[in-house]
């Protein structure tokens, strides 16, 4: 079945305390990228990825780390978490670039006390 | 930074009715299309609707666009309690950003 996955679903951490949420597409998608979902905000993209060892920022970069070292994965790492890094994040794939429909993972929900 | 605009912010309906909601944006677009959001859950895509069309169909579902506004609708038709959901527009720039909206929740009642 052709799917995004995400893990972990549901995470509670610490402030500092470092992180990596992971990503894996099986489609065979060149362009992949993280979304962060808050209450009135819609989605926010955090960095993208065009292609393997090409990455680049999206709207809301601060506090996030990306690496794409094979073209299924994208994991996000948080290196120093903190409160207001609180919420529902996406990943998203699609076949070349951001002007395709975008294939969304479950979503992980991360509350950092 | 959020182009798309969603209106209204929620709509309430009863099965059977129709249901139709807005998104409007700011500056020009390459693309938009619209993703619908199960609670808690993944986008879904629905529909993708490029700058040059101006209507597009599939199922129950309809989207128009009109780029001299800069605004798109929505519009699915014969509702049931399974379209309850968030719906959201997308919009890609020519700079191929993708922005979406905060989105307009749905709830179709029995």
């Known amino acids: 079945e052709a799917q995004v996955t995400q893990n972990p679903r549901y995470l509670i951490t610490v402030t500092g305390k470092k992180l990596t949420v992971t990503c894996s597409q099986n489609m065979n998608h060149e362009y992949m990228s993280w979304y962060r979902q808050d209450p009135g905000l819609g989605l926010r993209q955090i960095y993208y990825s065009m292609n393997v060892e090409v990455t680049d920022k999206g709207d809301v970069p601060e506090g996030y780390k990306v690496s794409r070292k094979e073209k299924r994965n994208f994991p996000l790492i948080l290196e120093s978490p903190s409160p207001n890094q609180t919420s529902l994040y996406f990943c998203?794939?699609?076949?070349?670039?951001?002007?395709?429909?975008?294939?969304f993972g479950p979503g992980t929900r991360l509350t950092v006390t | 930074s959020q182009q798309g605009e969603e209106d209204p912010q929620a709509l309430s309906i009863q099965e059977g009715e129709n249901a139709t909601m807005n998104c409007s944006y700011k500056t020009s677009i390459n693309n938009l299309q619209w993703y619908r959001q199960n609670s808690g859950r993944g986008l879904v895509h629905l529909i993708l609707i490029r700058s040059n069309e101006r209507e597009k169909h599939s199922g129950r579902l309809r989207v128009t666009l009109d780029t001299s506004k800069k605004s798109s609708s929505l519009l699915i038709t014969a509702s049931r309690a399974a379209d309850t959901a968030s719906y959201f527009c997308?919009?890609?720039?020519?700079?191929?950003?993708?922005?979406f909206g905060a989105g307009t929740t749905v709830t179709v009642r029995a």
């Open positions: 998203a794939s699609s076949l070349r670039h951001s002007s395709y429909e975008q294939y």
């Open positions: 997308a919009t890609l720039s020519n700079d191929y950003k993708l922005s």
